[in-house]
């Protein structure tokens, strides 16, 4: 048998055929799918290019989900004008699913431009930079360690030995429950790497899952360390699309998907799915649709508000539903994007992850990627900065309850802020602001320290219904929007074999840590 070549520049990375079957549908066969995120358009794309009839309905104007972006104040009347979105998202190059997904539409990522660094500060000005790092481990450990202002050599002795060697020592899907029961923080506490090291190499991550890490699973920690940092030789490396979101990615793969005979209908909520003869109806507010079965790839809460309407008629979905019932949404976030009167000092970070700036989480110079942002910033003289306070939770800090959105004061939020971007950048104190758009939000997925086999997967008790979406448990270390694409593919490959329909073969990362790969120790076969 003929190995597949990876997709990426990881030798070890790991290939998961799809079941066999024909290239194509036999008979005609109708999914709908509900939601355009990245997990919706997964779905979609690789069932449509099999010949399955596609109806894909989403809430919103636009597709991309919570990686959506859309047109603000002039740009609303057709001009050239602004654009918001939910805050920034790094494509990282072992997100070879989410890739595959984009290359439909763009085969050389030429619209994915690289960022050079990843830089991380805390409060008192060090910075940790990953830009020079080997990419494969363990020297990219060796030498982030060596580097780094925020882990002093003089720290190794304080390190707790065996907690560290789990970073290392991964094997999945074994390592999910190994961390059943224990929170984020916890395992950090155990672990008692330097305080700073803590914040900026290993809080980051568990903040970038819109969780306190008390409330944040260490499985799921560890799982992104591994994906990203022990267990990849893709290393921190990430890329950008070079516009804004809609323009670049989403709107073009619609187009894809309608030029193989899907039906794509934007701004169409659904109200209700539930079985009907054979089949599936899925009702929205001018109707319904009917068809073989259903794709929900809604976020969480919607995702439970559809299917925890569905009948508990026997001890298999009592079961299913009471897993459904326990999930829970991360606290809100909120994302400031404001157009400055005057520009970013151009030695600035384009983009830089903070720790210790109060509710600031990072700092994004958007005229540096986005060419509509750049077109602004050549036209007026200013930056387009956005500014994303991952976890802005008023239980856990009252100065910002109010009567706003998620209980937030909206305008207590804004002020802190800007706060922490004038401290982080001082020249942006004197700026003026010339328009502003500010988004709060909580529709994003907790992934609490409850057991990882209670968390719900792509399969479901009633036959014809398959669910897609980054809070869905998967054996693989993946993550956020790689987690999205992959569960979108996986929810297609599950309904494409019972039609008898070969899927999509999907690559992850190495799913066994270093110390597993060391001679004698033998490795898992692909």
Excluded at 93 to 103: I, N, P
Excluded at 135 to 147: D, E, G, I, W
Excluded at 222 to 236: C, D, I, K, P, Q
Excluded at 396 to 411: F, K, N, S, Y
Aim: proline letters at 7%; glycine letters at 12%; charged letters at 25%.
């Amino acid at each position: 048998m003929v190995r597949r070549i990876p997709p990426g520049r990881d030798r070890h990375a790991v290939l998961h055929a799809a079941a066999p079957g024909t290239a194509k549908l036999q008979e005609p066969r109708h999914v709908v799918v509900v939601g355009g995120g990245i997990a919706g358009l997964g779905a979609a794309v690789v069932l449509a290019e099999r010949g399955v009839r596609v109806t894909l309905l989403e809430a919103c104007e636009q597709l991309g989900g919570r990686v959506r972006s859309w047109p603000v104040g002039d740009a609303e009347a057709g001009g050239a004008g602004r654009t918001m979105s939910r805050g920034f998202h790094a494509f990282f190059r072992q997100y070879y699913t989410l890739r595959s997904l984009l290359r439909r539409v763009d085969p050389t990522l030429a619209h994915l431009v690289p960022v050079p660094d990843y830089p991380l500060r805390r409060g008192d000005g060090l910075t940790d930079s990953f830009a020079a790092l080997p990419t494969t481990p363990p020297f990219n450990l060796l030498a982030f360690v060596l580097r780094s202002p925020t882990f002093p050599v003089s720290a190794l002795p304080s390190v707790h030995v065996p907690s560290a060697l789990e970073l290392v020592a991964t094997d999945y899907p074994a390592s999910h429950e190994r961390y059943d029961g224990e929170s984020a923080q916890a395992f950090l506490d155990r672990l008692n790497f330097p305080e700073g090291a803590r914040h900026l190499a290993l809080e980051v991550f568990a903040r970038s899952f819109f969780a306190h890490p008390s409330e944040f699973g260490a499985g799921e920690l560890v799982g992104m360390f591994h994906a990203y940092f022990t267990g990849s030789s893709e290393g921190l490396m990430f890329d950008v699309p070079d516009d804004d979101y809609d323009t670049v990615l989403w709107a073009p793969l619609g187009r894809y998907l309608e030029g193989l005979g899907a039906d794509v209908r934007l701004g169409t909520a659904v109200k209700g799915v539930r079985p009907e003869g054979d089949g599936w109806r899925v009702d929205v507010a001018d109707g319904s649709v009917t068809a073989d079965a259903v794709v929900v790839a809604t976020d969480p809460r919607a995702t439970r508000a559809l299917v925890g309407a569905l009948p508990a008629d026997d001890d298999e979905r009592v079961a299913w539903q009471r897993r459904v019932a326990e999930g829970r949404n991360a606290p809100p976030f909120g994302v400031l994007r404001v157009w400055l009167d005057g520009r970013v000092a151009p030695e600035r970070e384009a983009f830089l992850g903070t720790s210790g700036y109060d509710l600031l989480d990072n700092v994004t110079v958007l005229e540096r990627f986005e060419a509509g942002a750049s077109r602004w910033t050549a036209e007026h003289g200013g930056s387009v900065v956005e500014l994303h306070a991952y976890a802005a939770d008023p239980s856990r800090d009252p100065d910002l309850a109010g009567d706003g959105p998620h209980g937030i004061d909206v305008e207590r939020l804004r002020s802190r802020l800007l706060a922490g971007l004038h401290d982080v950048y001082p020249e942006t104190r004197d700026l003026v602001v010339r328009h502003e758009e500010l988004l709060v939000e909580d529709d994003c997925g907790l992934v609490g320290t409850g057991p990882w086999r209670d968390r719900l997967t792509v399969q479901t008790p009633y036959p014809g219904l398959v669910l897609a979406g980054d809070g869905l448990r998967v054996d693989w270390p993946i993550a956020l929007m790689e987690r999205a694409a992959t569960t979108g593919v996986l929810a297609a490959n599950r309904l494409l074999e019972g039609w008898g329909v070969r899927g999509e073969d999907v690559w992850t990362v190495p799913l066994q840590g270093l110390v597993h790969r060391l001679p004698g120790r033998g490795r898992r076969p692909s």
